[in-house]
């Protein structure tokens, strides 16, 4: 049975069994702890949705960085000149162009290998600054010889 109830400040019956027993220091610490890290996501998932509306999104493909350039007409042509000149050096595994400049892979003497090769043709004049790690290597020299060849001809 309740005990006798007394009137509190709004007039309402407070029961002694229903008034509230203080928490302890560690109990009112991980309450503040509770509610500071619920206002933080709440307020992280608003700035999320805020972050993502002012934000236009745009689709970017996956092979392209977004500031990617589409190549000249005069780039396409000097890739595809690079490409069919390094199918004609015996020592080539590999080519890639970005602009006048080509990146070649070389396969070492020993066959077991690859090193790196680095040409940087003039658009207008085709001359070749090559850079590579062996000073006696004829596979760059025979691969510049050719591109210039070929861009002669295309001339």
Not at 21 to 31: A, C, G, T
Not at 76 to 99: D, H, P
Request: charged fraction near 25%; proline fraction near 6%; glycine fraction near 8%.
């Amino acid at each position: 049975m309740p005990g006798p109830s007394t009137p509190d400040e709004d007039g309402e019956d407070a029961s002694p069994a229903e008034t509230a027993k203080p928490l302890s220091k560690k109990k009112r610490i991980l309450r503040a702890l509770g509610i500071g890290a619920v206002a933080v996501v709440a307020v992280g998932g608003l700035l999320i949705k805020l972050a993502q509306k002012n934000h236009a999104s745009k689709d970017i493909a996956t092979d392209q960085w977004p500031d990617a350039r589409l190549p000249t007409p005069a780039e396409l042509e000097f890739a595809a000149i690079v490409r069919a000149a390094a199918e004609n050096v015996a020592k080539n595994v590999s080519v890639s162009t970005s602009g006048f400049n080509v990146e070649a892979k070389i396969r070492s003497n020993s066959g077991t290998g690859t090193w790196t090769a680095h040409f940087e043709f003039d658009e207008e004049t085709g001359h070749c600054r090559c850079s590579h790690p062996y000073r006696g290597a004829t596979a760059p020299l025979f691969f510049t010889e050719e591109v210039q060849r070929r861009l002669e001809a295309a001339a």
